[in-house]
């Protein structure tokens, strides 16, 4: 069965640096591109970018190049989308996501989500 | 950018209607790249169609899709009761890949 693990929910201050992660099972990590999704409260879904584990080639929406930093480590299976200085702004849950058969592909599963909250 | 436009905002129905639902990209979406989820309060999207029309694997044939170029749309035949979501289309044709701001279907 496949799933997707994603940590627990993050309580953060502005310009503090946060990592998440999203830890799948069930099916070969690395043949599999997987990508993020942000969604602000009481908004809809926002393509982050994605990663393919196997190689680590990845691409950004350019809204948030620069703003965060997707990795992925094959010898635990898990993804990470890290912010290095925290705004109120990044105040969402945030979802993983693995893309069916190809990075040109939907969303076939999804990670149940990390709620992050950005608060001083 | 694909900007994609879903339409209506809000729909209030009851179990056992039909519904169509319409997502309408600013340009072509490539080879049909489109896809729908369905999402409830508290959960992860689920999704429904990719492809345009193909149904994801365990959705009920009560839900279709249709369409290509710039216009696409979702049907769902007959409303059961836990089909009251909001639907998010999405293409995949284009980068970055962009979902639409989200149909809202409540019951009436």
């Known amino acids: 069965e496949v799933q997707l693990v994603q940590s627990g929910a993050e309580v953060k201050k502005p310009g503090e640096s946060l990592k998440i992660s999203c830890q799948a099972s069930?099916?070969?990590?690395?043949?599999?591109?997987i990508g993020w999704v942000r969604q602000m409260p009481g908004k809809g879904l926002e393509w982050m970018g994605i990663?393919?584990?196997?190689?680590?080639?990845?691409t950004y929406n350019p809204s948030f190049r620069g703003q965060v930093t997707i990795s992925a480590d094959k010898s635990v299976s898990t993804a990470y989308l890290q912010w290095s200085s925290l705004k109120a702004s990044d105040t969402a849950i945030y979802y993983c996501?693995?893309?069916?058969?190809?990075?040109?592909?939907?969303?076939?599963?999804w990670g149940q989500g990390t709620v992050v909250t950005v608060s001083s | 950018e694909i900007v994609l436009t879903q339409s209506p905002g809000t729909l209030s129905l009851s179990p056992g209607e039909r519904v169509t639902l319409s997502c309408r990209a600013s340009?072509?979406?490539?080879?049909?790249?489109l896809a729908w989820y369905q999402q409830k309060p508290g959960q992860a999207p689920r999704l429904l169609i990719y492809?345009?029309?193909s149904r994801a694997t365990g959705i009920p044939d009560r839900f279709s899709g249709s369409g290509s170029g710039t216009d696409f749309t979702l049907t769902i035949s007959r409303l059961e009761p836990e089909d009251f979501a909001v639907y998010y289309c999405?293409?995949?044709?284009?980068?970055?890949?962009?979902f639409g701001q989200g149909t809202k279907l409540q019951i009436k």
């Open positions: 492809g345009a029309s």
């Open positions: 996501a693995r893309h069916r058969l190809s990075a040109q592909d939907a969303f076939d599963f």
């Open positions: 990663i393919y584990p196997g190689d680590s080639d990845g």
């Open positions: 999405q293409q995949y044709g284009g980068s970055p890949r962009t």
């Open positions: 340009q072509s979406v490539s080879n049909s790249y």
């Open positions: 069930g099916y070969s990590f690395t043949s599999y591109w």
